[in-house]
């Protein structure tokens, strides 16, 4: 028996972990076939992303060891089957994945790489193994390229797209072992569902530009028992990777299915996914399942810029402004939260219609979630040809990724690398650097709810476009802030060493615990750090507005007490104004100077007696569910 060895590390945010779903299927269709089984032995997956000689010690006599490659462990992956090849020259290493180049780059860079597989693996994967066992020579295998005499081979790369009956690694037992073992028992296990595969789109910056656009289902009863497997095993999220989900009719079948497991079984609790762009009925329909089982963590109304000619550079079609606010609307008066991306560093995009952008956002009606995302250019992708790079002139800086979340250490071992793009013909480096501040700003400030109210009030009662708002509140800042200039320096102190080369984009404060923060995080809790000179910055800078005192430092007052801390003790507190009421829906963009009316509001106590957990449970956990504000619960009203 041959020994088969199949590597897909992931990176753990605490206990949690996915089970490895990519090797899975490569496993599990070709160890399903009799001939396979009978001459290989399928060694346990390595898939937790151990120091390097732990997890080279669980190799023993290796035939062939497979590598599933993303940008997260790609240099872990490439350091670990050299160590393999030394050992065992003879073994053959096979590099996969959407992050292997599809030409002979890597065989040319990476001696120890004897074949790469191009595209889908499945049936690349079961034909490599056969191709050995029949003698027959690799040439007859589609999508690969490999070594031969010296020379590289790269085969027809036209690969059979049908339908997707592949066997399941779920329902089929390749994880059942994980679950069963000891080694694993701290872990709670997340994992990958598909029920289709493929997208009729061709984003510039997306992998899927590279790949077939004919949208193909998995079976009904694949789909099926993957999620009576996942529920009888008490799997707690789901993470579905369709590109699309909702863009056919029996995907609402599916979230059905899902909600009645969760009934049965109490698993699985959460379900999230990327929802298709048009079908905007149906999708609204199984968001609302889905939030009313309690399964949502949030739904996706992507738009990723707001410039048509950035959207045309990209290849992407969004909903109209319009369109988009209507949808909007639609889900917040539902009472759904959603959560909009913007991508920073787009071809196309200007400094101007970036900041513009996020403010549409904004006045579209998403108050509490945008992520802004800088542009990874990934290989295989359009944005990733040297042609269309030097069509819009783009820039980028490559760095050693330090993922949100992760804890500090002194040096990462095979740190994994990121292209970002930093530049093109409508956007100087300079002008990302001050985007990528101004994100921050805005994410924190409105987003995060340090300024919203305010920014809603002067918006809707002062006539003050959130945009002139937040740009002018940035150009203050950069000369007259005391406390709020320091704090954004603090936090973005890596991006101009980022942009000469000499050190990764990364944000840590020992005061929240050693892990990186996204910087908008970072933005938020160290103002809370330092909330009275935080407010007293504000106050200066409201003074330009002409709105009355009285309505403006009860506002302020109010504000302030939403903004929950550490140690933050329950109170009753009087207003002039009612505020909870008049912040309720913010949907409501007409709504004049509020009328006075001596209003009594309760505010609960923030148990957490630390920034540490703090951090944790309110920002890291708790800010897609907006735990960072308490509007208050009005407990008395009286006339003036």
């Known amino acids: 028996m041959k020994n088969i060895y199949l590597v897909q590390p992931n990176n753990a945010l605490s206990r949690n972990q996915f089970l490895p779903y990519t090797v899975g299927v490569l496993a599990a269709y070709a160890f399903e076939q009799e001939e396979i089984r009978k001459n290989y032995r399928l060694c346990p997956f390595i898939f937790l992303k151990k120091p390097i000689e732990e997890n080279f010690g669980l190799i023993e006599d290796p035939f062939l060891v497979g590598f599933s490659c993303y940008m997260w462990n790609v240099e872990y992956n490439l350091a670990l089957a050299k160590m393999v090849k030394e050992k065992w020259p003879d073994c053959i290493i096979a590099f996969g994945g959407p992050h292997v180049p599809n030409d002979r780059s890597y065989l040319d860079r990476y001696q120890q790489i004897d074949v790469l597989m191009f595209g889908e693996g499945e049936r690349t994967f079961y034909n490599l193994l056969k191709s050995f066992l029949d003698g027959k020579p690799l040439s007859a295998v589609n999508s690969i390229a490999f070594r031969s005499g010296g020379d590289v081979v790269e085969t027809d790369k036209t690969q059979l797209l049908c339908d997707c009956d592949y066997p ?87 979230a059905d299915y899902i909600i009645a497991l969760n009934k049965k079984y109490g698993f699985p609790q959460r379900f999230e996914t990327t929802m298709a762009k048009k079908r905007t009925d149906l999708t609204f329909r199984i968001n609302k399942k889905l939030e009313d089982a309690g399964l949502n963590r949030g739904i996706s109304l992507d738009v990723q810029s707001m410039n048509p000619q950035t959207l045309e550079y990209i290849g992407r079609k969004n909903l109209t402004n319009d369109n988009f606010k209507d949808l909007l609307n639609r889900y917040n008066r539902a009472g759904m939260r959603t959560y909009t991306d913007i991508l920073l560093g787009l071809p196309g995009e200007t400094f101007e219609s970036f900041c513009r952008g996020i403010c549409e956002v904004i006045e579209a009606g998403q108050h509490t979630t945008i992520n802004v995302y800088r542009v990874e250019i990934l290989p295989n992708t359009l944005m990733s040809d040297p042609a269309y790079r030097a069509k819009y002139k783009i820039v980028s800086r490559k760095s050693h990724l330090k993922y949100n979340h992760m804890p500090v250490t002194a040096e990462e071992d095979y740190a994994s690398c990121s292209e970002i793009s930093v530049g093109s013909s409508t956007m100087t480096t300079e002008q990302w650097a001050m985007s990528q501040k101004i994100a921050v700003c805005i994410q924190s400030f409105h987003c995060f709810g340090l300024l919203r109210c305010l920014a809603f009030f002067l918006r809707n009662s002062c006539g003050v476009s959130y945009y002139d708002f937040y740009m002018e509140l940035f150009q203050w800042i950069g000369s007259e802030s005391r406390f709020i200039c320091r704090a954004l320096e603090h936090v973005c102190h890596s991006i101009e060493p980022f942009l000469r080369g000499e050190e990764p984009l990364n944000f840590w404060d020992e005061r929240f615990g050693k892990i990186y923060w996204a910087f908008e995080e970072g933005m938020f809790l160290t103002c809370c750090a330092g909330l009275e000179e935080f407010y007293e910055d504000v106050q200066a800078y409201l003074r330009k507005y002409d709105a009355p005192d009285a309505v403006m430092s009860d506002l302020l007052k109010y504000q ?68 960072m504000i308490d509007t208050g619960t009005v407990v008395e009203q009286n006339a003036p």
């Not at 829906?585 to 509001?601: S, Y």
């Open 168 to 254: 399941s690694p779920y329902a089929n037992g390749y994880f059942d072992y994980i679950l069963q073992s000891d080694e694993y028992r701290d872990f709670q296990f997340d994992a990958i569902l598909e029920t289709s595969r493929g997208c009729p789109y061709a984003c510039a910056y997306c992998y899927y530009v590279g790949s077939d656009r004919k949208l193909r289902k998995f079976s009904d009863a694949r789909v099926r028992a993957d999620l009576d497997w996942l529920a009888q095993n008490k799997i707690i999220y789901i993470f579905c990777a369709d590109a699309n989900f909702g863009i056919f009719e029996r995907d609402e079948r599916t």
């Open 560 to 627: 302030k007490r939403c903004i929950v801390t550490p140690n933050k003790p329950a109170s009753k507190e009087a207003f002039t104004y009612n505020w909870t009421e008049y912040f309720k829906d913010m949907t409501n963009t007409g709504r004049a100077v509020p009328q006075p009316e001596q209003t009594t509001i309760s505010f609960t106590a923030c148990k957490i007696d630390n920034w540490v957990d703090y951090a944790r449970e309110i920002v890291w956990f708790g800010k897609r569910g907006n735990k």
